[in-house]
């Protein structure tokens, strides 16, 4: 009786040892499947926490921008990142960390994305992000003294006409793979546009996946170095997205018209910011011979090339672009009290 009572201890001992571990686990699963993008919330959430972000929102004439910040502005200009297309503010996240707890950094969703407001009847052509970024900038009062801009990819045309048409918002400017150049070769993500465009858009657009396998293409479009990303989050991460691909594509088919397409490659004689120009050599989207583009219009700049490494710089190289972006920031402000002493 008593050895029958103990192994019915041990039993019990033993489910509940599983039933503690196996619960949470499972949760964890099925929240992954049912919900990724509540989970994709909380990692980002807790990812933000420990960095020490917070997110807040910024009101104007019934717009609103969705900003995550950290740190007051302080002796260093703040630094305002623009995010890629289909992308959010955390995407900065990964540099984040290796950038100095004293920095203002901001990071804004661009307009339509994430939690900035969405409207059908918005413009969201570069110059139309461009005015919509002014105003965040204006909203907040972030130009009282001049700041540090920083966009990639999409977010690097938007940034780069900011630069033209507000110089005296900005201290410096980095352009990381900007898009909107007249580049002298051709990446694979363009000649893969071709085939798009010849199909009459029946073809999918290789940025807009709609299943786990475009959403892998996609992933190793973007990215230098290949990694197996299990089917499950696979499907996850396109299941985030799928909700948004018809505004996607309005967003796409707005910065590829005429108007936006070469945005950046017009306004680029204007830019008097100090520049810096960061792009990885192996990049599939934006073809890395733009850096020479703008190196040959604006020989003042700094352009870093980043060896084995493709589109997503931010999130293959963080530490690496931190270090350039901050370095770039502190050679700026060197030069810039040098000039003001020799001036007095
Ligand atoms: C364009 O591609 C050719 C052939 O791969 C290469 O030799 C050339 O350096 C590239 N141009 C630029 C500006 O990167």
Redesign the pocket.
């Known amino acids: 009786m008593k050895a029958a009572g103990m192994d019915q201890d041990m039993v019990n001992m033993f489910a509940i040892a599983a039933g503690t571990l196996a619960i949470p686990l499972l949760l964890f699963m099925a929240s992954f499947m049912l919900w990724p993008s509540s989970l994709i919330k909380v990692y980002y959430w807790y990812w933000r926490r420990t960095l020490g972000l917070q997110v807040r929102y910024a009101d104007c004439a019934g717009y609103r921008f969705c900003f995550s910040h950290r740190g007051k502005p302080g002796l260093r200009p703040s630094i305002l990142m623009l995010h890629d297309f289909s992308a959010h503010k955390d995407t900065w996240l990964p540099m984040l960390k290796y950038l100095p707890k004293h920095l203002h950094l901001l990071c804004v969703d661009m307009p339509g994305h994430e939690g900035t407001t969405r409207t059908n009847t918005d413009d969201y052509s570069i110059q139309g992000q461009v005015k919509r970024i002014r105003q965040f900038v204006e909203t907040i009062r972030l130009n009282r003294k001049p700041f540090h801009l920083v966009g990639t990819s999409m977010g690097g045309t938007v940034a780069g006409v900011y630069a033209a048409c507000h110089p005296s918002d900005l201290c410096g400017l980095t352009l990381i793979c900007p898009a909107g150049l007249k580049n002298?070769?051709e990446s694979k993500f363009d000649s893969q546009m071709h085939d798009v465009e010849h199909s009459h858009y029946t073809l999918d657009i290789p940025l807009i996946p709609s299943t786990p396998e475009e959403m892998e293409e996609m992933l190793k479009l973007c990215s230098h170095v290949r990694f197996r990303v299990p089917q499950q989050i696979l499907q996850g991460l396109v299941d985030v997205r799928i909700p948004h691909n018809d505004f996607y594509h309005e967003v796409f088919m707005e910065i590829m018209s005429e108007n936006s397409k070469y945005a950046l490659h017009e306004h680029l004689q204007e830019i008097i910011t100090p520049l810096q120009v960061i792009w990885g050599k192996q990049d599939q989207v934006v073809?890395?011979?733009g850096a020479?583009v703008i190196a040959e219009t604006l020989p003042g700049c700094r352009v870093d090339l980043l060896e084995n490494c493709g589109h997503s710089v931010v999130m293959e190289r963080p530490r690496q672009t931190a270090k350039l972006i901050f370095d770039f920031i502190i050679s700026q402000q060197g030069t810039e009290s040098v000039s003001m002493k020799k001036k007095s």
Request: hydrophobic content about 35%.
């Open positions: 002298q070769n073809d890395v011979s020479a």
